[in-house]
């Protein structure tokens, strides 16, 4: 298939990689041209803006940061579509705002899928993501050879936003369960318990979970070296706590766990990994 | 002086009539033109328009983004005033949308407060509000006489933005205050105790508030009829926690009041008192 992607982070560039691995006839863009090279080493084409990543493929995929960027990307992409292109936005954005994208590409003959991952960048490289998809089933068929290339559990969830929000309750599950695994193992710690072994008693129970057997791990390893960079976290966390002000729903535990991921990115962990959390309990509690 | 005003709710009306009263001639300009009802005013088609014939604008509306429409949008408050000219903004609105507002006033040679306040509809009515201000001491000089007409106590915080970052603490110690009241009146119903004198107890001693006085007394008669609509305080604490976020500073206690506030909100409570977060309370 004639895909264009736009977004070549941390994220993008595997993904794109994989797409190339799979067969796919691929034209990159980039913010950063250096960001492009390795694609175009790989055998991509490279496009000088987002409207010529569009122009003449049936689908363009975008990975970048945040809502407004995934805006003027696909502005970019209305102006070089051709009828019948699918756009599809992997980013984590709001799912109000990724509504709105979804409309307007509508009004220009676009067809939208919202479809978020969850897996990091070892999912990315290892094209194992979640990928959570919104928007028509039409368009769905079409994208998912490409997800295919990209990740393992791929599902469509709803109609436009409806991935946004699968991905938006994925970061509170995340988030709070992160938070809870650095608690376990300070009141373990403060116990005088010994946190490694806490962890393998629990890994056999119903406390047991990918996070506390990946996060945990890497927590007893104090290695704070980013699979998932706090501030992003935070950034996610935000996107939760806002839609449920907008929306009149009280969810206690994600504002509290907002708060410490909040207290993180202000104490300068925000480069680290969302594990980071346990230094900042350690710290308030003074096992420092 | 001939002073324009843009907001008849609540607040804005009790404000607008204490300026008349002190001699001063009114301009206003409304949304919705009948809100203007009864009020001795000259009436002005856009904002624009009544700019242009005031040396001094005050604005008293609900959200960052109607103070920017009223202020810098199409037929604007920018398009009329004149270089010299003030615009005092007693919205709570957020600290970063203030700062912007000035900034772009300020290029027209416009000056701008934010001059949020606090003592809600009573305190409009009685001339006691509390204001808090942002921006230049020598503009704030200027208005003082005419803040005067409106309130009892008022502080020049620092510069634009700093007025509305006083106001968001004010929101945050305010409401959190009440939750707290709430709790201890459903802790004392809970135990069987009778929650007026549980409250008349407390006024006399370390637990004594004006929060404790004004909503701890509504939620013992259960008058939950709006002194403060919810809904404004919720639309604060979104203000409160995105401020917070901006300066990388947690927040703990005003994130669990702030879902306190949204549960409120979904049980349809946003035009009744805030002191309905007892109510909340009573759901669980």
Redesign the interface.
């Known amino acids: 298939m004639k895909i264009g992607f736009i977004g070549l982070g941390i994220m993008g560039r595997p993904m794109a990689l994989n797409l190339l691995k799979g067969g796919h006839d691929l034209t990159v863009w980039a913010r950063r041209a250096e960001s492009m090279q390795p694609l175009l080493d790989a055998g991509a084409r490279g496009a000088g803006s987002p409207a010529e990543a569009a122009r003449g493929n049936e689908l363009v995929i975008s990975m970048v940061a945040d809502a407004p960027d995934v805006a003027e990307v696909m502005r970019g992409v209305a102006a070089g579509a051709a009828p019948g292109l699918v756009a599809v936005d992997m980013s984590t954005i709001a799912p109000a705002a990724a509504r709105k994208i979804g409309e307007e590409l509508a009004a220009a003959g676009v067809d939208f899928i919202d479809a978020p991952v969850s897996g990091g960048e070892v999912g990315a490289i290892a094209g194992t993501l979640s990928i959570m998809a919104g928007g028509s089933d039409a368009a769905f068929a079409k994208a998912r050879p490409a997800f295919e290339c990209m990740g393992k559990n791929i599902v469509h969830v709803g109609a436009s936003g409806a991935g946004q929000v699968a991905k938006a309750a994925n970061q509170i599950v995340t988030g709070m369960g992160v938070l809870a695994v650095a608690e376990a193992f300070a009141f373990s710690a403060k116990n005088g318990v010994d946190r490694s072994k806490v962890r393998e008693a629990l890994l056999g129970g119903f406390a047991y979970s990918k996070i506390l057997e990946n996060h945990g791990q890497r927590m007893l390893d104090r290695n704070f070296k980013p699979g998932f960079k706090s501030w992003m976290h935070?950034k996610d966390l935000?996107i939760v706590?806002?839609t449920?002000?907008e929306?009149?729903?009280?969810?206690?535990g994600s504002?509290?766990t907002?708060?410490?991921f909040?207290?993180m990115?202000?104490?300068g962990h925000g480069e680290e990994d969302s594990i980071a959390v346990l230094k900042l309990l350690e710290s308030l509690s003074g096992q420092a | 002086m001939r002073v324009g005003f843009i907001g008849l709710g609540v607040m804005g009306r009790p404000m607008a009539l204490h300026l008349h009263k002190a001699g001063h001639e009114l301009a206003v300009w409304a949304r919705r033109p009948d809100s203007v009802g009864d009020l001795p005013a000259q009436v002005c088609a856009t904002p624009a328009e009544l700019g242009r014939c005031c040396e001094v604008v005050f604005t008293v509306i609900t959200s960052s983004a109607d103070v920017e429409g009223v202020a810098l949008g199409a037929d604007g408050l920018i398009e009329g005033m004149v270089p010299g000219s003030v615009l005092v903004d007693c919205s709570t609105i957020a600290p970063e949308a203030a700062r912007k507002i000035a900034a772009r006033l300020g290029q027209k040679g416009i000056h701008m407060l934010d001059a949020p306040v606090s003592g809600g509809a009573q305190g409009a009515i009685d001339a006691t509000l509390a204001i808090m201000a942002g921006g230049e001491a020598e503009v704030l000089d200027r208005v003082r006489p005419l803040l005067d007409c409106l309130g009892k106590r008022i502080v020049h915080v620092g510069p634009n933005g700093a007025g509305q970052v006083a106001k968001a603490c004010n929101q945050m110690i305010m409401v959190a205050a009440i939750q707290a009241a709430a709790e201890a009146m459903r802790l004392a119903a809970a135990a069987g105790v009778d929650c007026a004198k549980v409250r008349q107890a407390l006024s006399g001693g370390s637990a004594a508030s004006r929060v404790l006085d004004v909503m701890g007394e509504r939620m013992v008669r259960r008058d939950f009829a709006a002194g403060i609509e919810a809904r404004l305080h919720?639309k604060d604490?979104?203000l409160v926690?995105e401020a917070?976020?901006q300066?990388?500073?947690?927040?703990?206690l005003a994130?669990?009041v702030?879902?306190?506030l949204?549960?409120?909100?979904?049980q349809g409570w946003g035009r009744d008192d805030t002191s309905s977060l007892l109510r909340v309370l009573e759901l669980q």
Do not use: K, Y
């Open positions: 935070e935000n706590m806002q449920a002000h929306l009149g729903l009280c969810l206690p504002a509290a907002a708060q410490m909040n207290a990115v202000g104490s | 919720h604490f979104g926690i917070a976020r300066s990388g500073v947690p927040v703990p994130a669990v702030g879902q306190q949204n549960a409120l909100m979904a």
